[in-house]
T-cell receptor, first 111, second 113 residues
């Protein structure tokens, strides 16, 4: 089956710093989402981005489907950005929509 | 603000007891997913429905887990009998299809003693 690898596994930042999180996937996809799991465990949708670039405030994401990777950019990080960031994909061959999750990047933003 | 709702939010039970978790998908969404999150396995799909019909439950232990959608506004996940290894956070998500955004509920945190 498809492999979804996220890097780095852990990241510690000072407030105000920028960061880039990466998601590599091993097969073609027709759905890619980025989620933020906050310290209370809620999974919050950040982006639906099977291809192209999107921006939402301090966050932006780019997916290059032909090269099988996606990047999540966080600028001017804040302590509320702390948590785990997941990339999840639906492989092209999957008819149902089952999301396959990466193992996540755990981000800690220090004041 | 449309959201997926789940009940209960927390459940502590003893091994062997039945556990029922409920999910109300976003109105109009035709696809409902059940995922489980554990430290060891991460997030993984248990089952999903489209237009209330089960499409894939290959991620569920069939002997103890069952998933149903009695109507378009309710999905249930049952564990009978529960075991300590079932302790996890169970998420319900809904969407409009495989190429659409999936929205997750707050999860049910289950602890089986």
């Amino acid at each position: 089956g498809i492999q979804v690898e996220q890097s780095p596994p852990d990241l510690i930042l000072q407030e105000g710093a920028n960061s880039t999180l990466r998601c590599n996937f091993s097969d073609s996809v027709n759905n890619l989402q980025w989620f933020h799991q906050n310290p209370w465990g809620q999974l919050i949708n950040l982006f639906y981005i099977p291809s192209g670039t999107k921006q939402n405030g301090r966050l932006s994401a780019t997916t290059v489907a032909t090269e099988r990777y996606s990047l999540l950019y966080i600028s001017s990080s804040q302590t509320t950005d702390s948590g785990v960031y997941f990339c999840a994909v639906v492989p092209l061959y999957n008819q149902g929509g089952k999301l396959i999750f990466g193992q996540g990047t755990e981000l800690s933003v220090k004041p | 603000d449309a959201r997926v709702t789940q009940t209960p939010r927390h459940k502590v039970t003893e091994m062997g007891q039945e556990v029922t978790m409920r999910c109300q998908p976003i109105l109009g969404h035709n696809t409902v997913f059940w995922y489980r999150q554990t430290m060891m396995q991460g997030l993984e799909l248990l089952a999903y429905f489209r237009n209330r019909a089960p499409l894939d439950d290959s991620g569920m232990p069939k002997d103890r887990f069952s998933a149903e959608m009695p109507d378009a506004t309710l999905a249930t996940l049952k564990i009978q009998p529960s075991e300590p290894r079932d302790s996890a956070v169970y998420f319900c998500a809904s969407g409009l299809g495989r190429q659409e955004t999936q929205y997750f509920g707050p999860g049910t945190r289950l602890l089986v003693l």
